[in-house]
């Protein structure tokens, strides 16, 4: 199957450097239970717990789990009092992304674009150090109560920020070979979609490249519209949904009845091997959006040879989109806290950039099954 929508760049979408952006940083949720949260993002999904802040390091007001699978950190964080920003995001929205890290030449440079082309600033240009060295970050606001960290590490050799300190498992974790963070995507309300990438471009420089409508991803039920966004480099990939109408209840809408704000969806984790990563995160109990078998008969047909054994990625849920540039293999994970919010992805490119376009229909007839046992179709 063949998409046409790469390459939609014109000279207006050209994507700059504006903000000095070179990649994804940490990702911090703040979460109700981060000792909890730990132990599932440890033991189920293999990331290490590198480093911590808490009370044994000095922090009164909050403990901050570092989560580390290759280039991939998350940070999970809970506050130790009730009458906090941290409280009362967790009362309204559950667990969730508070912080979307991205790492940038210049902090100073980042914040003084950001804020003369449009951004609302959070915190200032601040540096801090620790026997590790100095880092600098600033913070601005961005779609409902995420916010971006710029982060400027060049200056910095600790695990993470000054005020962490190394932490030691007590049980050796078995990474499941996740190298980076590929993508992460933003679900915003009715008609907030366009003016949310008219921000990214604006104030990031970032560029529109790909766009699907609708009519590219409706089922019978409910529909959503994206929009993707990229760093000059490409590294830094998201994706803004919002909803469309239909017959029923919009995926999206579900997230942001249970989420009360637009926020994070979902966050790709890339591998270098998605048959052995899945394999392990199923058999430590990380549960996946079920697709039908049937979605298998004509998989060959649809996306030509792949190097895979397709009864293997059909025994794991595995799903296969093909674009001009290549394919990728990937699949998603059933909400991992209780509200049917956040997720995660699990994907491997073997030349494409897509975003599984091909496997929309399937997904999310999978997914309205789960909306449906949730009494929200
Ligand atoms: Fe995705």
Redesign the pocket.
Known sequence: MVTQEFEMETAKQQASDVLTVEDFDAVEFWVGNAFQAAYYYQHALGFEPVAWSSLKTGNRKYVSYVMQQGNAKIILSSPYSGATERSAHHSMHGDGVKTIGLRVRDAQTAWDNALERGANGITPPTEIKDEYGTLRYSVISTYGDVVHKFIERDGYDGIYMPGYQPFKPEVETSQKGVVRI??I?GNVNWNQMDPTVQFYHQVFGFAQFIEFSADDINTQYSALQSKVVRSYNNRVKM?INEPAPGLKMSQIEEYINYYHSAGVQ?I?LSSNNIIETVTQMREKGVEFINIPKTYYEDLTDRVGEIKEDIETLAKLGILVDRDEKGYLL?L?TKPIQDRPTFFY?V?QRRGSNG??KGNFRALFEAIEIEQAERGNL
């Open positions: 590929d993508h995507v994706p979902h790709a990937q998603f992805e994907i975003f599984g």
